[in-house]
């Protein structure tokens, strides 16, 4: 079966530093791979997406940047925080033929 | 762009029925799905419509009609564990993938006793 797993879990950071939140899928190949941010209280933000090995969207223009170094491994980065980056940070999966997405467990970051 | 609308917040006592409407207004629909939230936890697949019409799972059934931009989430027999946000998701087409979600805020489901 397949799994999805982000860390770290949480993090508190101060502004100004970098961050780096990582992803890995096991059990699929060649998923398409997502970053998502939740403000307190607002909906979920489509950040960054990739269908394959260093391909990414990205779908608002920020200081975050993503990665995707091997197929199932997906990254997240900051060279320099802003407190507006602080929020619930998923990454999710779906087959590249597939319908659902699957969520990772979310990483909570607070910038202060 | 992508426009999806639900209501912030409903209140139901156990043991009944609430139904969460979704309105949307999308180009390249390929698909809708609801998710459940609980506080503080990532969101969870309950259901997906990509034709008209019900689609049911146990307690939860979800509706799509394409041609009105509308769905709704029913859940009946509510229990208290059924205090969430539910999100509705519209997955669009890109030119490069097979789809990405577009979230709504989410509509945040109290059950009383």
């Known amino acids: 079966s397949q799994t999805i797993h982000q860390w770290p879990a949480t993090l508190v950071q101060p502004v100004g530093s970098p961050l780096s939140l990582e992803c890995t899928v096991e059990g699929t190949s060649n998923p398409n791979l997502y970053w998502y941010r939740q403000a307190a209280g607002r909906g979920l933000q489509l950040l960054f997406y990739?269908?394959?090995?260093?391909?990414i969207s990205s779908e608002v223009p920020q200081n975050l940047s993503a990665s995707r170094p091997q197929d199932r491994q997906f990254i997240l980065s900051s060279k320099k925080l802003l407190l507006s980056d602080s929020g619930f940070y998923l990454c999710?999966?779906?087959?590249?033929?597939?319908?659902?997405?699957?969520f990772g467990e979310g990483s909570w970051l607070t910038v202060v | 762009g992508q426009n999806i609308d639900q209501p912030t917040e409903m209140t139901a006592t156990e043991g009944a029925i609430v139904q969460i409407n979704c309105t949307y207004q999308?180009?390249?629909?390929?698909?809708l799905f609801w998710y459940q939230q609980h506080a503080g936890e990532a969101p969870t697949f309950l259901s997906y419509?990509?034709?008209?019409g019900l689609e049911e799972k146990g307690r939860f059934s979800s509706f799509l009609s394409r041609s009105k931009g509308y769905s709704y989430l029913l859940l009946k027999e509510l229990q208290m564990k059924d205090s969430a946000s539910y999100l509705c998701?519209?997955?669009?087409?890109?030119?490069?993938?097979?789809?990405?979600?577009?979230f709504g805020a989410g509509t945040q489901v109290v059950v009383t006793p």
């Open positions: 990739s269908v394959g090995i260093g391909q």
């Open positions: 419509n990509v034709l008209d």
């Open positions: 999710a999966w779906s087959a590249e033929a597939g319908n659902t997405i699957y």
């Open positions: 998701a519209v997955r669009v087409m890109t030119t490069d993938s097979w789809g990405k979600l577009q």
């Open positions: 999308t180009s390249g629909f390929n698909g």
